[in-house]
């Protein structure tokens, strides 16, 4: 039992890192180290339209969005991440802020829910599928 527990902590500790290197890569607007860990087939629930995205390329057209949205630096953290895992199966939860200057000007900052599902596929966890939301007034 006790190295079934090491293994979770692992994969835990692992996928933290994935959310680590994935959000400062949407800070530094990388769009390589974006897609690093998403599947090919991703499926994405988003805040902005369009309700969802599936495919990498598809994915990857809603960062020139975001990023089109403000100046640089942009804010994008997580806090509260949670990570379950499985042997092969895990999703992670977190609470998200991103803050930037708006074309206008104006400084604008929004915090959101995220939820990924991931699968170990060859030995590394993947992103199948990352879902945005805001709670609703």
């Known amino acids: 039992m006790h190295q079934i527990e090491e293994s979770i902590s692992s994969d835990q500790a ?4 994935l959310i680590a290197r994935w959000s400062k890569a949407v800070r530094d607007q990388n769009l390589q180290g974006i897609r690093a860990d998403h599947d090919a087939a991703i ?3 988003d805040v902005p339209a369009p ?3 599936r495919g990498l390329d598809a994915y990857l057209c809603t960062w020139d969005q975001f990023f089109a949205w403000s100046d640089k630096p942009i804010a994008f953290d997580f806090h ?8 092969d199966v895990a999703f ?3 609470i998200g802020r991103c803050a ?6 104006k400084h604008e900052k929004l915090e959101f829910r995220l939820t990924m599902g991931l699968k170990k596929i060859n030995g590394s966890w993947r992103i ?4 945005h939301s805001v709670t609703a007034d």
Do not use: C, Q, R, Y
């Open 14 to 17: 692992a996928i933290k890192d």
């Open 43 to 45: 499926l994405m629930f």
């Open 51 to 53: 309700l969802f995205v």
């Open 80 to 87: 509260d991440v949670k990570v379950t895992t499985g042997n």
């Open 92 to 94: 992670a939860t977190a």
């Open 100 to 105: 930037g200057t708006a074309k206008n000007g």
């Open 128 to 131: 199948l599928h990352e879902h």
